[in-house]
């Protein structure tokens, strides 16, 4: 059986890919079915910003040292004991629903096997358990934000 799929819409499926910074689209209409996916970059973990305090005079050292690139802060959270990832591939929620204070906060101390945030995955809503006891110290993941599996989410300490 030969099937045929209209260039145009395929184009169109391709454009909501790009602009929605989706990884796949999957599409079934009846014996139908087209699924389109692309390769996704992983994202780069940046340190927070530092939060402005009062302008000090320091003289400056003869010889400052570089800030880490990118990559050793992001394999560094990748090696950090504390680190919960991502379990599955969907949408993070740091709430039980829109406007709902947020399960965690920076600071926070969770108990073991409590809800961290909610991972949405095939219209799904996973709950996302603290392997451990301790206090959050990194939030790595915005609310409506989309995840991949083994994403870095945050940091319990």
Do not use: C
Request: glycine share 6%; net charge negative; aromatic share 4%.
């Amino acid at each position: 059986m030969s099937l045929s799929f209209d260039p145009d819409a395929l184009r169109v499926l391709a454009e909501i890919l790009n602009k929605s910074g989706l990884s796949e689209i999957e599409l079934e209409e009846g014996d139908r079915k087209v699924r389109l996916a692309r390769a996704v970059a992983p994202l780069a973990m940046m340190a927070p910003a530092p939060v402005a305090g009062p302008q000090v005079a320091v003289p400056a050292p003869v010889a400052a040292a570089a800030p880490p690139a990118v990559d050793t802060i992001a394999t560094d959270l990748a090696k950090h004991p504390g680190l919960v990832k991502s379990p599955m591939v969907g949408v993070a929620y740091l709430s039980a629903e829109p406007g709902a204070a947020p399960y965690v906060t920076l600071g926070a101390q969770v108990a073991a096997g409590a809800t961290l945030l909610l991972i949405e995955a095939m219209k799904t809503f996973n709950q996302i358990k603290a392997p451990q006891a301790g206090t959050v110290t990194r939030i790595l993941v915005a609310a409506g934000a989309p995840v991949e599996y083994d994403e870095p989410l945050l940091i319990i300490e």
